[in-house]
């Protein structure tokens, strides 16, 4: 089955760049999304289409998709971006995929 | 405003069944693919199953066989029938909306499901 990686961890300080990274097979050959989870909350939808933004989500966060790798990018990170990150990719011939999740630290 | 409200968690012993419900509000459900996604506490999102605006049904290999994944237009309502249940399967289950192209646009609050003896 299909497996996606991320880092466990993140560390940024305020105003930083916070970058994640999620790695699979071929990933820039598929569409992926990004996550975000803050504690006791749903997740909700910051990025699709690789590097797409839903309405609402600030332009901070940006995405990018090539290769093996995907990247969500939140530029001049704020504590209340402080949540977990989950990417999750799919295509026609995969089943709907998360990766483990990043812990993005404010500090 | 878009809404998901699930409904029909709970505990349940091991080798049970549990089906759960999802209200869909603020959109028109029938034009939508559906998806379940879990949540075991302190884990991260597993994918369970999803359904087309058509009725077609896909299903993670864990849960294969044993849930199934259908929809009730007229109701705007999402089920998942959850049979032979397992510890491994305690979570919490969101109802999630699918926006096109496989992006989870729309999230409910999310239901516990517990399988303990």
């Known amino acids: 089955s299909y497996e996606l990686t991320q880092p466990p961890s993140v560390s940024v300080s305020p105003g930083q760049t916070a970058i994640i990274t999620c790695s699979g097979d071929?990933?820039?050959?598929?569409?992926v999304c990004w996550y975000q989870q803050k504690p006791g909350q749903s997740p909700v939808l910051v990025i699709y289409?690789?590097?797409k933004r839903p309405s609402g989500i600030p332009e901070r966060f940006s995405g990018s998709n090539s290769g093996n790798t995907a990247t969500l990018t939140i530029s001049g990170t704020q504590a209340m971006d402080e949540a977990d990150y989950y990417c999750?990719?799919?295509?026609?011939?995969?089943?709907?995929?998360f990766g483990p999740g990043t812990k993005v630290t404010v500090l | 405003e878009v809404q998901l409200v699930e409904s029909g968690g709970g505990l349940v012993q091991p080798g049970g069944s549990l089906r759960l419900s999802c209200a869909a509000s603020?959109?028109?459900?029938?034009?939508?693919?559906m998806h379940w996604v879990r949540q075991p506490a302190g884990k991260g999102l597993e994918w369970v199953s999803s359904?087309?605006?058509?009725?077609?049904?896909y299903y993670a290999g864990s849960v294969k066989g044993r849930f199934i994944i259908s929809r009730e237009n007229a109701k705007n309502s999402l089920y998942l029938q959850m049979n032979s249940l397992r510890a491994g399967d305690t979570a919490v289950y969101f109802c999630?909306?699918?926006?096109?192209?496989?992006?989870?646009?729309?999230w409910g609050q999310g239901i516990l499901v517990t399988v303990s003896s």
């Open positions: 071929k990933l820039g050959d598929k569409y």
């Open positions: 289409q690789d590097n």
């Open positions: 999630v909306r699918d926006g096109g192209v496989q992006k989870f646009d729309y």
């Open positions: 603020g959109f028109t459900f029938s034009n939508y693919d």
């Open positions: 999750q990719a799919w295509d026609s011939s995969t089943e709907n995929v």
């Open positions: 359904i087309g605006a058509t009725g077609d049904t």
